[in-house]
């Protein structure tokens, strides 16, 4: 029996440019959670103004982006 070639995939070839308005969002909610668990007596409109300021910081990113817009995986660079 055959074993299965392990598949080799270099790292300059993963675009995680693409993946950071992804990173921004995920680590907005995860602050916005950990705000939430130590002080529970915080008014709503102050995770309102959380929530805009990290999607305004996303969509910033976003528009910063200058890359390629292929995606995560450069298919031309893997095979």
Do not use: H, Q, W
């Not at 392990?6 to 440019?17: D, Y």
């Not at 529970?40 to 959380?50: A, G, P």
Request: charged share 15%.
């Amino acid at each position: 029996m055959t074993s299965i070639p392990p598949v080799s995939i270099e790292f300059a070839s993963l675009n995680f440019g693409t993946i950071v308005p992804m990173l921004v969002a995920i680590v907005g909610a995860l602050v916005i959670l950990i705000i939430d668990l130590v002080n529970k007596n915080l008014d709503k409109s102050l995770y309102i103004m959380l929530t805009v300021l990290f999607l305004i910081v996303d969509f910033g990113v976003l528009i910063g982006f200058s890359g390629n817009v292929r995606g995560f995986f450069d298919c031309k660079r893997l095979f």
